[in-house]
């Protein structure tokens, strides 16, 4: 979606906020314009959505007709109130927390319009114009779209096949004299390479947060999704100078807008007035219906779906070995949805997918589209695949057909 400047007068725009450029453009113009030129023919390893066939319909089905029960035996339920969120929810999420190593109780937690949301109130709490924040190079699109509407200044911190390289951040961070005020960082099967950070650089990341001052908000939106064994514990279990940031959509839906915050001491009260300045309060209809639903099933279904996205994530591996010319290269995830892709020196991602759409039928996210500003040169060779929505058969042909692309250009240069 582009907000054409035709569509506003000279007068109007010249009136706008600073911030506004950030809501004029977004990446997903170009995906959008990527999808609209190809055909239905063309694989898209774009989203990062869960796969159609693990959204549970009907368990979701029976927790809402509950939740309107219980709406009905007491109407004062939907009634505005509570921006701090429905109190057996924040109960519920704190027990799941354990799984991740954190000690939470109902008051740290506040439940948000999807950790996008979590994402927006930390920064908005947090940043001034100008302030610095640290990212992982790469990171999540979503994030950096938030920070440019606080006009930031990014700090990338690179990131290798452990995660974000906390020896490269330290030396990054000696060589300043403010500090930045955030760190932001996906350490479990990141968005969009898929690796994994390690135990002892965990530790070493927290330390250096500490020892700075810097508040660390760790996003860990597919935790769940684990493959061979699980994760490290969360960030925020070693330490609570971290904000942890969760969400159901991938574990549930996207669409059901189901996240939460773990919040440092002292922030909780204010997150809460956040959420009611945002939007009054969380919808109460869904967070009940979460409710309702997630004690009963949700464990269950994580074996299923984990069983599902292991299968893909291996079928891809198979296939990017199997047709890949020589010179590319790939992440190996252990869980989550995304595999990162080198290409051979001499082709740039961004210039080869429009031939990889017209003449093969294959298309992905550039990855330079994960830094900010949406351009990095030296990340001209990467790219994204997601492996979440398509059956073992499609992603053998689409990396059958990737490798062709991939083979065609490196002829052709
Ligand atoms: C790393 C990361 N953070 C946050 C989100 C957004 O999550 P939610 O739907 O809970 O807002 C995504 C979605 O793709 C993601 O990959």
Redesign the pocket.
Known sequence: MTVGREELTGALLARLARRSPAFQHSVWDAVDLLVAGAGPETIFFGN?NPAPERVPYEAMQRASQRTWEQIGELPKRIEYGEPEGLPELRDMIAERMRARGVTATRDDILPTT????A?DFLARLMLNPGDAVVVEGPT?L??LQVFDAYEVEYIVAPVDDRGLDVDRLRAMLDARTVMPKLIYT?PTFQ?PTGVTMPLERRKALVELAREREILIVE?D?YCDLWFDELPPPALRSLDDNVAY?G?F?KTIA?SI?S?WVVAPTGFQKMLAIMKEVADINHDKVMMRTVLNAVPDFLDEHLVGSRELYRVRRDAMLAGLERHMPAGTSWSQPAGGFFVWVTLPEGLNAIELLPFAVERFGVAYLAGEWFYPGFSWPEASRTLRLSYSKHPEARIEEGMRRLGAAISAALETR
Do not use: E, F, H
Request: charged share 10%; proline share 11%.
């Open positions: 990062g999807g950790s996008q949301q994402i999540y979503g994030a996906i968005n996003d939106p940031c969400t959509s996207p807008r996240g």
